[in-house]
Antibody
Framework: QVTLRESGPALVKPTQTLTLTCTFSGFSLSTSGMCVSWIRQPPGKALEWLARIDWDDDKYYSTSLKTRLTISKDTSKNQVVLTMTNMDPVDTATYYC????????????WGQGTLVTVSS | EIVMTQSPATLSVSPGERATLSCRASQSVSSNLAWYQQKPGQAPRLLIYGASTRATGIPARFSGSGSGTEFTLTISSLQSEDFAVYYCQQYNNWLLYTFGQGTKLEIK
């Protein structure tokens, strides 16, 4: 059974750095083709893909946010960590992690999401 | 960056009727397109990948078609549980995924 769960602070102040952790089970991120992405969704708005880390430790970032994002993995702990620097109120959103099992597949399993509010 | 444009923004359809949702890519994405359903307060659920392959457990009333830049999601006979927001997503550019802005499917 594949599950993913996001964790992190519910509230951050402007200019702070956000650190989110995706803890997963039911698959291994060392399996060839396996990838984990982070996606966010501001309240009432559309989904926005942020970053992806692959089984071979390749990393990819949204063009508009790449200077602020870092993604990493700890395969032994089954975790993927996303950091976002210089948080702003416009970054208030629900942050999701999701799995991609291969290059020709979609995001087939998602966490339930975690709402992050940026406010002083 | 590949831009995904969905239409219409809102679609009003009666239960039992057919719904057709569109997604257009700013450049060819081959068949590397997925559709997701999202209900209020829930994470998105994968419906279709590879433009036309239903994900595990997805009812046959959901079908996807298209390739290149034009794609369609069809729901053949709407059930009450199908009223939700639908997103398309391209993964042709392996370096950078993009989502459409969504279509809200509401009860007429």
């Amino acid at each position: 059974q594949v599950t993913l769960r996001e964790s992190g602070p519910a509230l951050v102040k402007p200019t702070q750095t956000l650190t989110l952790t995706c803890t997963f089970s039911g698959f291994s991120l060392s399996t060839s083709g396996m990838c984990v992405s982070w996606i966010r969704q501001p309240p009432g708005k559309a989904l926005e893909w942020l970053a992806r880390i692959d089984w071979d430790d390749d990393k990819y970032y949204s063009t508009s946010l790449k200077t602020r994002l870092t993604i990493s993995k700890d395969t032994s702990k089954n975790q993927v960590v996303l950091t976002m620097t210089n948080m702003d109120p416009v970054d208030t959103a629900t942050y999701y992690c999701a799995r991609t099992p291969g290059a020709v597949a979609g995001l087939d399993y998602w966490g339930q999401g975690t709402l992050v509010t940026v406010s002083s | 960056e590949i831009v995904m444009t969905q239409s219409p923004a809102t679609l009003s359809v009666s239960p039992g009727e057919r719904a057709t949702l569109s997604c257009r890519a700013s450049q060819s994405v081959s068949s590397n397109l997925a559709w997701y359903q999202q209900k209020p307060g829930q994470a998105p659920r994968l419906l279709i990948y590879g433009a036309s392959t239903r994900a595990t457990g997805i009812p046959a009333r959901f079908s996807g078609s298209g390739s290149g830049t034009e794609f369609t999601l069809t729901i053949s006979s709407l059930q009450s549980e199908d009223f939700a927001v639908y997103y398309c997503q391209q993964y042709n550019n392996w370096l950078l995924y993009t989502f459409g802005q969504g279509t809200k499917l509401e009860i007429k």
